[in-house]
């Protein structure tokens, strides 16, 4: 069973509010994910990270930044929050190595932006 | 970019099976995964390829070819829960990341 944990799992808020999703997992793994998915659209990866002090861009261009300063954590944040930030984001950690495409994934935090 | 293929949707019969085809870039590839995403809920993975062959899990199969770029799941004795969104994923070398598909959404009739 998957440990991973993402808060809050629906936050409605206003424009230009800085927010934070916060994500957590206890399995060490030392790769984690963050996803942004449309109702009935594709994932797209908007960053990840190879370990602590590791982060990269995904394919899809976001305002937003992560940190990694623990394995454990890996929080996104948004400086100013727009209506186009509107979305489902998903969180997911993954080993290294080749099966690093079996991502665990937490059950997401749904973001509505006024 | 990952150019990463498969049908939008489909529909079948309870009992039936049913085939999900994917193609994709073959070029930096590093593993070709399926996921199931019921509607609301996060993916859940499904299988793993990394060699040529089939794989098979239970009513579940996924068959690669690396030097077609192309890779199927296959769904046997299907359920009206097996309704879902299929998403094939790629695993690239550069920058090690998994790249999905647009899903196939997988309706499922009595």
New interface residues.
């Given amino acids: 069973e998957a440990d991973i944990y993402q808060t809050p799992r629906y936050l409605v808020i206003g424009t230009g509010k800085k927010i934070t999703l916060e994500c957590s997992q206890t399995m060490g793994h030392d790769k984690m994910y963050w996803y942004q998915q449309d109702p009935g659209m594709e994932l797209h990866l908007i960053h990840y990270s190879y370990g602590v002090n590791s982060t990269e861009k995904g394919d899809l261009s976001s305002e937003s930044t992560v940190s990694r300063i623990r394995t454990e954590h890996f929080p996104l944040t948004l400086e100013s929050a727009r209506p186009s930030h509107t979305s489902q984001y998903l969180c997911a950690s993954s080993v290294r190595g080749s099966r690093g495409g079996e991502l665990f994934f937490g059950e997401g935090s749904r973001l509505t932006v006024l | 970019?990952q150019n990463i293929d498969q049908p939008t949707e489909m529909t079948a019969t309870e009992g039936a099976i049913v085939q999900i085809n994917c193609t994709y870039q073959t070029s930096g590839f590093?593993?070709?995964?399926w996921?199931q995403q019921h509607a609301g809920?996060?993916?859940?993975?499904l299988s793993?390829n990394?060699l040529d062959g089939l794989e098979e899990k239970g009513r579940f199969s996924s068959f690669l070819s690396r030097s077609k770029g192309y890779s199927y799941l296959l769904l046997k004795e299907l359920q009206m829960k097996d309704s879902a969104s299929y998403?094939c994923?790629?695993?690239y070398n550069q920058?090690?990341?998994?790249?999905?598909?647009?899903?196939t959404?997988l309706s499922v009739k009595p």
Avoid: D, S
């Fill in positions: 970019g590093n593993g070709l995964f996921y809920e996060a993916p859940t993975f793993y990394v998403l994923a790629v695993f920058g090690g990341k998994l790249i999905f598909g647009q899903g959404e």
